[in-house]
């Protein structure tokens, strides 16, 4: 089996994890966006998230040799280990549940703030729970000065929010005024019927608006504000969670287990952690798919294993999601789980998707401008700072 020992590595791999899951976001929010309904995309996309788990156990996982204290995936799997497996697994049920919720938080916040305020409470949370559950093997005079700017972020993705919303009623407004109706369906069907014919409306403004809620598969138009940030707000308590169980299933501070028998290897645990991700996928969305939330219509397995537009995207998506999280879990057993929550600055590489391919924030105000820069700056320095507390692991906890 292989692991990460070196600092570098561990570094490196938080970084690469940090892309991957910057990344998968963007998919589903893509997705969304051109009408696919979410249900779909998550049953899809949990599925190759789990089949990826199971792929890198069967062979990262089998690398080398059996050792008394490290053995294999396969070896692990027969030994009477079952109260670290069931914490792996309730860390897979926090993770399905918040990233179940951001995908409906995408539609009502925007990708960028959603992520970056779920990420933050991640942070604020979780990096404190793991810094005493690692036995404070981070240097603390670096780490919490990282985690106090990732508090300052969430501060700053709220008001990004509550600004481009008020953009965005602006542009809505002014549009009224100048047409005697701004009736979605209408303005869809003169489209259509070429009875009403202009321009491809340019990103960011009025018209642009209203074509996205024309196509996306959740509407949001005339919802309050603070249903979407409750929803995100949820997600980031599920977030702030699932690392922490992570860590102690694969290090065992509460001692559960029985004398001499081995903790649960990295891979291991990220196999159960994943089953239980997958399950509880499952289960909620199969119920989603006919007693749908948020005014989304009702659909069926049927209707689901027929929809194969975009399919791809979300196979894709869950491949992104499960290599980020092995790595980061494979960084956070060698340089500690409060270390990996690095990856939690995730938003710089959302917001980057976000900005250039679904054009939020364009023609947006100054002061949505200065504050979204703000909040990405302050993400610049709180994942350098919580990278720069990395500490190492001498030897595989017992």
Known sequence: MYLVESKGGAIGCMLIALVFLGTWPAILAYLERRGRLPQHTYLDYSLTNLLTAVVIALTVGQIGRDKPDIPNFITQLSQDNWPCILIAMAGGVFLSLGNLSTQYA?????????????????????????????DRINRAEILFPGVGCFLVAVCLGSAVHSSNAADNEKKLVRLSTSRETISYEDETKDLENGTHKEEKAKVG???????????????????????????????????????PTFNLATNNQWHMMKRGTPNLVVYTAFFYFSLSFFVIAVILNVWFLYRPVLNLPKSSLTSYLKDWKGRNWAFLAGVLCGLGNGLQFMGGQAAGYAAADCVQALPLVSTFWGVVC?????????????LLTSMLFMFIVAVAVLIASSGHRKVYSR
């Open 205 to 243: 403004s009025a018209h642009h608006l209203i074509e996205l809620e024309n196509k996306r598969a959740i509407k949001v138009f005339g919802k309050s504000i603070w249903l979407g940030l409750s929803i995100t707000f949820f997600a980031g308590v599920c977030y702030s969670l699932f690392s």
């Open 106 to 134: 995408w539609a009502f916040v925007g990708l960028s703030v959603t992520e970056v305020i779920t990420s933050s409470i991640a942070v604020v949370l979780g990096t404190t729970l793991n810094y005493f559950l690692d």
């Open 358 to 370: 679904f054009g939020e924030y364009w023609r947006s105000s100054k002061r949505t401008y200065v």
